[in-house]
Nanobody
Framework: QLQLVESGGGLVQPGGSLRLSCEVS????????MGWYRQAPGKERELVAL???????QYADFVKGRFTLSRDNAKNAVYLQMNNLKPEDTAVYYC???????????????WGQGTQVTVAS
């Protein structure tokens, strides 16, 4: 069954670091782009970072210089290294992928189940 399997959330103090991981659970023709969104309580879901194969990652202004997105094309996986975390980074983080399951399939948006990141002292 196709899923985006996420891991790595948790509680961290301001200034700390966390690393989120996301991997497509089954073999697919393509998962491109891949990245992360987040949603804080009472707010809309927003883009954090997104990467297409062969291109440089795109970042939201509020994470530039603090977060780094990387991908493993062989695994259809992405990793978000989050440094210098701030309380305003507290949110549920969702992995995203635009997936083509097989050669004749249409592309579809897929989301992970979400992982909580809490930044508090």
């Amino acid at each position: 069954q196709l899923q985006l399997v996420e891991s790595g959330g948790g509680l961290v103090q301001p200034g700390g670091s966390l690393r989120l991981s996301c991997e497509v659970s089954v073999r697919v023709t393509s998962a491109d782009p891949m990245g992360w969104y987040r949603q804080a309580p009472g707010k809309e879901r927003e883009l954090v970072a997104l990467v297409s194969s062969g291109a440089q990652p795109q970042y939201a202004d509020f994470v530039k210089g603090r977060f780094t997105l990387s991908r493993d094309n062989a695994k259809n996986a992405v990793y978000l290294q989050m440094n210098n975390l701030k309380p305003e980074d507290t949110a549920v983080y969702y992995c995203y992928a635009d997936i083509k399951r097989h050669r004749f399939a249409a592309r579809q948006d897929w989301w992970g189940q979400g992982t909580q990141v809490t930044v508090a002292s």
